[in-house]
């Protein structure tokens, strides 16, 4: 089963050097000694829903095909490099790395429920035009 690794950055002191470090350093670094991903997907975050600062500042999302391969990836020496120079680039404090196993598709899934509602409200309105 698809799986991926998820690193989430606090926010950091100083917003410009952490950008510049992770832009023009740890994305490339991370790209070339992580072997075995299929996608890598990087997240700024803009604020929370309430208008406050959020929390966290990026979110980066390691797709691996399965747990067996992200295990072996991260055994390996280059992995190891990367984590650590996430590590050292994050000055709002330590990352959070979270391994997660995709479990349903969000998209498929509401193009699913959209075509039912579609279908629920037509057949409510037909009811309410019989009753009326």
Do not use: C, N, W
Not at 34 to 47: D, Q, S
Not at 103 to 126: C, F, K, N, P
Request: net charge neutral; charged share 25%; glycine share 6%.
């Amino acid at each position: 089963m698809a799986t991926k690794l998820v690193v989430i950055y606090p926010r950091p002191t100083d917003l410009e050097a952490f950008e510049k470090a992770y832009v023009d350093e740890h994305v490339p670094l991370a790209k070339e000694k992580i072997k075995g991903m299929t996608k890598f997907v990087a997240t700024k975050v803009l604020g929370t829903p309430d208008g406050q600062t959020p929390p966290f500042y990026r979110i980066a999302e390691l797709h691996f095909p399965s747990i067996e391969a992200l295990k072996a990836s991260a055994e390996s020496a280059g992995a190891q490099e990367a984590v650590a120079h996430a590590i050292s680039i994050s000055s709002g404090g330590t990352p959070i790395f979270l391994v997660a196993e995709r479990d349903y598709d969000v998209l498929r899934i509401g193009t699913q429920v959209a075509g039912r509602r579609d279908s629920l409200l037509e057949a409510t309105h037909a009811q309410e035009s019989r009753k009326g």
